[in-house]
């Protein structure tokens, strides 16, 4: 007879317990912002430095800042918010190249399954900021993008950070995606390009009519 321990039906139960955890330790978390890149940024460089300015910003105007809970921007981000007045926030996962948490983080939770910790971002988060990264980040586009083209969640900011960056594959998308009419030129239109922190406030104001009344403002004087 299988262990139980080792059976698909003890996987549900785990899944069960992931979900209960995520749910209950976030569902007070007000209005919250995803930020997503490259654990590969060091302390110092360009992106690292932005997404400390921009955690700082969304922090002190009221706002939770949801990051992947590693190092490079993650915990940019996350040490920009930890100072201010809303929660900085890491959703942690278990992988084979061990991610160690930062020590940035008000509310750390973990995760084995990348698609609950996947619904926690999109569960609980208003909008989401992308910064340069690899496979894991553009793997969090990819999944906003397609759950707002294909109206699963309603409208909600997708903001690339870094126009430089970026700046290939949105040409890619324009020049083979939509000749071929595998994306249509409307779906352009889902995410913004910035280069700055008062740009990433101004699409926050702008989007801020569909919110809850009760989401902050974003300051960036």
């Known amino acids: 007879m299988e262990d139980l321990k080792h059976s698909e039906t003890w996987r549900v139960f785990k899944i069960q317990s992931e979900l209960v955890e995520g749910f209950e330790t976030l ?7 995803a930020i997503f890149g490259s ?3 060091s302390p110092g460089s360009y992106y690292y430095e932005k997404a400390i300015e921009l955690g700082k910003v969304l922090s002190d105007s ?3 800042v949801i990051t992947g809970g590693g190092p490079g921007i993650m915990e940019g981000v996350n040490k920009g918010a930890k100072p201010g007045k809303g929660k900085s926030v890491g959703l ?32 609980y988060s208003s909008a989401f900021i992308i910064f340069p990264g690899g496979f894991g980040t553009m793997d969090e586009l990819f999944e906003a993008l397609t759950l707002s083209q294909t109206k699963r969640i309603g409208i909600f900011p997708i903001i690339l950070f870094g126009k430089d960056y970026w700046k290939g594959l949105i040409d890619w998308f324009m020049s083979t995606l939509v000749p071929n009419n595998t994306i249509s ?13 008062d740009e990433v406030c101004r699409i926050l104001r702008e989007h801020r009519i569909v919110y809850d009344t009760a989401m902050p403002e974003c300051s960036d004087e």
């Open 185 to 197: 030129p409307e779906d352009i239109a889902l995410f913004s390009i910035v280069d700055n922190t």
């Open 92 to 123: 942690n996962i278990e992988i084979p190249a061990e991610q160690i948490p930062n020590e940035y983080q008000d509310i750390s939770l973990s995760f084995r399954y990348f698609f609950i910790r996947k619904l926690m971002f999109v569960k």
């Open 27 to 33: 569902k007070e978390l007000g209005p919250a912002v």
């Open 39 to 41: 654990s590969r940024m």
């Open 62 to 64: 009221g706002f939770a």
